[in-house]
């Protein structure tokens, strides 16, 4: 077999983290660095997004960022350890939220108790919108053995 017809063993598709969105990888592996995709608050093998609320036309009514940050982290905790790196072992992250005046208070107090051992580099951006109806999203980076 060609060396180009291999699997790359570089990139890490997660058994237990949400399904992505699009045409991408939960996580790539370069040397002895973990990029994670964008990670999202929704569990593998549902389109359901705890804590919000739509109506019937697929708008947000209501959300609970609190449910949505919990969310998040246990999946990005998910897909690093499929990888076989670890929560511990993340060197940066950069969190996308929708609503930065309404969430910033609840993401911070609850990012601190996840990160209260570990403390990786951050940013926090506010976006217009997220490519599903989400409140917040993580886009980190750790190093691997």
């Known amino acids: ?13 997660s058994r237990n983290a949400p399904e992505p969105v699009g045409s991408y990888p939960h996580a790539r592996r370069v040397g002895n660095l973990l990029f994670l995709s964008g990670v999202g608050p929704r569990k593998r093998g549902s389109q359901s997004i705890p804590g919000v609320k739509l109506d019937s036309l697929g708008n947000v009514v209501s959300y609970d960022i609190e449910a949505q940050c919990r969310s998040v982290f246990d999946n990005v905790r998910a897909i690093l350890e499929d990888a076989g790196s670890g929560w511990e072992r993340l060197v ?4 996308f939220l929708t609503d930065m005046q309404r969430d910033f208070a609840a993401y911070n107090r609850i990012y601190a108790e996840y990160f209260k051992d570990n403390q990786p580099c951050r940013t926090t951006v506010e976006v217009g919108a997220l490519p599903t109806p989400i409140a917040i999203e993580l886009k980190c980076i750790a190093t691997i053995d």
């Open 1 to 13: 077999m060609c060396a180009s017809n291999m699997p790359d063993k570089s990139i890490i598709k």
């Open 92 to 95: 940066d992250v950069t969190v």
